[in-house]
């Protein structure tokens, strides 16, 4: 299981209120003692095995937020970086704090950081995936459109899309177009929800522009 599917595979976890995550009881000096479910404990060491730690993770919080009672509420709106700090925070934490990974859990905070994290990490396959070379895929169009070929170039950080020169019939671009995260993020969510039978509605669909191009690059190459 790659690193993608493994957190979509903690997100359907974590989703999944009927799991026991943990079991928790008072000891002698009646504090709560938690013991956590092995997949937590898994959990946690693919957090650190696959980097999402950040070890400025304070400062990083502070940036966002300064109520600590109520970070939970930053996972609606983390973006990459504030979704490792708020993992780091609740795993390094537990440690001084027993009890903040239940929190976390209580308040859907690890399936929030997750889903927010797999955009960037499908971005980054996608860009390392194409490497240096000009690769020709077909379009998925979410409409009656014909497939048509274009091409796929990396460079730096995004996607130069232009006209198939190998394959037929070819995508009719008057020039080359430029592919870049921001819009991909709407194009994978998206992506993600058509796979999942969820209904689309069409402002969703209006919202999000070069679809069919990405929709095209996911499917190849994730």
Same mark, same amino acid.
């Given at each position: 299981?790659?690193?993608?599917?493994?957190?979509?595979?903690?997100?359907?976890?974590?989703?999944? %209120?009927?799991?026991?995550?943990? *079991?928790?009881?008072?000891? =002698?000096?009646?504090?709560?003692?938690?013991?956590?479910?092995?997949?937590?404990?898994?959990?946690?060491?693919?957090?650190?095995?696959?980097? $999402?730690?950040?070890?400025?993770?304070?400062?990083?919080?502070?940036?966002?937020?300064?109520?600590?009672? #109520?970070?939970?509420? /930053?996972?609606?709106?983390?973006?990459?970086?504030?979704?490792?700090?708020? $993992?780091?925070?609740?795993? %390094?934490? *537990? #440690?001084?704090? #027993?009890?903040?990974? =239940?929190?976390? @859990?209580?308040?859907?905070?690890?399936?929030?950081? /997750?889903?927010?994290?797999?955009?960037?990490?499908?971005?980054?396959?996608?860009?390392?995936?194409?490497?240096?070379?000009?690769?020709?895929? *077909?379009? @998925?169009?979410?409409?009656?459109?014909?497939?048509?070929?274009?091409? =796929?170039?990396?460079?730096?950080?995004?996607?130069?899309?232009?006209? =198939?020169?190998?394959?037929?019939?070819?995508?009719?671009?008057?020039?080359?177009?430029?592919?870049?995260?921001?819009?991909?993020?709407?194009?994978?969510?998206?992506? $993600?929800?058509? #796979?999942?039978?969820?209904?689309?509605?069409?402002?969703? %669909?209006?919202?999000?522009?070069?679809?069919?191009?990405?929709?095209?690059?996911?499917?190849?190459?994730?």
């Amino acid at each position: 299981m790659d690193i993608i599917e493994k957190i979509k595979f903690y997100i359907d976890y974590f989703s999944n %209120k009927n799991n026991i995550f943990y *079991e928790s009881k008072n000891n =002698a000096f009646y504090n709560t003692i938690f013991s956590y479910s092995s997949t937590i404990i898994e959990f946690v060491d693919f957090v650190y095995e696959i980097n $999402l730690i950040d070890n400025n993770y304070k400062n990083t919080i502070n940036i966002y937020h300064e109520n600590y009672s #109520k970070l939970y509420e /930053l996972a609606d709106i983390s973006d990459i970086k504030l979704s490792k700090a708020l $993992l780091t925070y609740y795993i %390094k934490e *537990e #440690k001084v704090c #027993k009890g903040l990974i =239940a929190s976390a @859990i209580y308040y859907n905070v690890f399936e929030k950081v /997750l889903y927010n994290i797999l955009p960037y990490l499908a971005w980054d396959k996608i860009i390392n995936r194409l490497g240096n070379k000009t690769i020709e895929f *077909e379009t @998925i169009p979410t409409d009656k459109r014909k497939h048509r070929w274009f091409s =796929a170039k990396r460079k730096n950080n995004f996607i130069v899309i232009d006209c =198939a020169n190998k394959n037929i019939p070819s995508c009719k671009l008057t020039k080359k177009r430029k592919l870049i995260f921001k819009d991909f993020e709407k194009s994978y969510y998206l992506y $993600l929800k058509i #796979k999942n039978g969820e209904i689309i509605s069409n402002d969703e %669909k209006k919202s999000t522009i070069n679809k069919s191009y990405f929709f095209s690059l996911i499917y190849n190459l994730l």
